[in-house]
T-cell receptor
């Protein structure tokens, strides 16, 4: 079935350090992997996504890497800033299934 | 501003009452979704619609119904609310099943 595991559940980092969140997925046929950021009182917002034909994608301080063999993908935030504090969700879609399965979320706290 | 509008933003509802959560999008997206978000459980899919006129069940559909009479609107109905339906409900849309989801800002529902 569709299963996305997200680790760790909470991550505290010093401002300026890097943060890494890892997700694993169960279906080797998955082809689309987005990351969402959710701030308090708001809906999740897409921050970066990657498809299965690409191993890495960067957008300024944010990058996502995908390891299809190991069935995991990771979000990397460099030079963290207080405004990066939020809940981050990973998700995966599946061939023949147009729905996204979400991880349970990761609370990132950037300490000034 | 293009996006998803959810109403109401919050509601307190007595158990046994009927309630419809409204969702409208102006992006002409084909697919729409309803998720519920509960602490520690992340985002769970209730119902989805691939295109106007079609709907499908997600991970936690019991106690909920949806309709998709047109492209823009995707209301979620609780026929007889129960306390376990206390949650934050998010509506989302996407162009296709594996394209980015756009979320509304949610409806916080408390069933007493």
């Amino acid at each position: 079935g569709e299963n996305v595991e997200q680790h760790p559940s909470t991550l505290s980092v010093q401002e300026g350090d890097s943060a890494v969140i890892k997700c694993t997925y169960s279906d080797s046929a998955s082809n689309y992997f987005p990351w969402y950021k959710q701030e308090l009182g708001k809906g999740p917002q897409l921050i970066i996504d990657i498809r299965s034909n690409v191993g890495e994608k960067k957008d300024q301080r944010i990058a996502v890497t995908l390891n299809k063999t190991a069935k995991h993908f990771s979000l990397h935030i460099t030079e963290t800033q207080p405004e990066d504090s939020a809940v981050y969700f990973c998700a995966a879609s599946f061939y023949g299934n147009n729905r996204l399965a979400f991880g349970k979320g990761n609370q990132v706290v950037v300490i000034p | 501003i293009a996006g998803i509008t959810q109403a109401p933003t919050s509601q307190i509802l007595a158990a046994g009452r009927r309630m419809t959560l409204r969702c409208t999008q102006d992006m002409r997206h084909n697919a729409m979704y309803w998720y519920r978000q509960d602490l520690g459980l992340g985002l769970r899919l209730i119902h989805y619609s691939n295109t106007a006129g079609t709907t499908g069940k997600g991970e936690v559909p019991d106690g909920y119904s949806v309709s998709r009479a047109n492209t823009d609107d995707f209301p979620l109905t609780l026929a007889s609310a129960v306390p376990s339906q206390t949650s934050v409900y998010f509506c989302a849309s996407s162009e296709t099943g594996d394209s980015p989801l756009h979320f509304g800002n949610g409806t916080r529902l408390t069933v007493t």
